[in-house]
């Protein structure tokens, strides 16, 4: 299967992650990037990197300025989160803002 929207994958690390690379295995997305929190070593082309919230108001804050000024920049069409909070402000601002797809795994 071949995905030609610009899509944006946005996960926590460890097992979050892992859970969406099974659930995309098979599919090759034309255009897409990355989105996480630093907690290792990420071997993707794009990958953008965001604040982990981790239920801290300032750091929700940075979150969300941070979700926003990526999603200006990729206007994705299609969301495909897993994990926590580190995607909630990317999938209300994408829904809100872009009218992109979401897809939650």
């Known amino acids: 299967m071949k995905i030609n929207s610009k899509t944006c994958l946005i996960y926590s690390s460890g097992g979050h992650y892992t859970e969406l690379k099974k659930s995309i295995k098979g599919i090759y997305f034309k255009n897409k990037y990355h989105v996480t929190f630093k907690s290792g070593t990420i071997d993707k082309n794009k990958v953008y990197y965001i604040t982990h919230p981790q239920r801290k108001i300032i750091r929700t804050i940075e979150n969300l300025l941070e979700s926003l000024k990526i999603l200006i920049k990729e206007k994705p069409r299609i969301i495909i ?8 402000n990317t999938i ?14």
């Open 92 to 105: 209300i601002l994408g829904k809100l803002f872009f009218n992109s797809k979401i897809i939650f795994i």
């Open 81 to 88: 989160p897993t994990g926590a909070d580190v995607t909630l």
